[in-house]
């Protein structure tokens, strides 16, 4: 189970932070992300964090918005600094589980982040 929070309204240029907590014992062993989908589009892909801590990022976000773990508090953190009004967006955490099935997926609820210019 993940829990997203931190979302709010913020104006242009300033920042938040936000937190997606997870469950389970074996935290360390996912892959964690997070999206991000405004209405009428397609959900969006943002940062990205592996296991071993390697992060990646959209273009969009490159150099505002920095992703990490605590893998001690099983969370996973969205610094989002210089926001932009295109930036608005429900945020959501993504972990990607391994199992002897294979990969699972488990999205968080979403938090609103709203950005006023």
């Known amino acids: 189970q993940l829990q997203a929070s931190g979302g709010g309204l913020v104006q242009a240029g300033g920042s938040l932070r936000l937190s997606c907590a997870a469950s389970?014992?074996?935290?360390?062993?996912?892959?964690m992300g997070w999206y991000r989908q405004v209405p009428g589009k397609q959900r969006e892909w943002v940062a990205s964090?592996?296991?071993?801590?390697?992060?990646n990022y959209d273009d969009s976000v490159r150099g505002r918005f920095t992703i990490s773990r605590d893998n001690a508090k099983q969370t996973v953190h969205l610094e989002m600094n210089s926001l932009k009004p295109e930036d608005t967006a429900v945020y959501y955490c993504?972990?990607?589980?391994?199992?002897?099935?294979?990969?699972?997926?488990?999205w968080g609820q979403g938090t609103q982040v709203t950005v006023s210019s």
């Open positions: 964090i592996s296991t071993g801590g390697s992060t």
């Open positions: 389970g014992s074996t935290f360390g062993s996912y892959s």
């Open positions: 993504k972990a990607v589980v391994p199992s002897a099935r294979g990969y699972f997926e488990y």
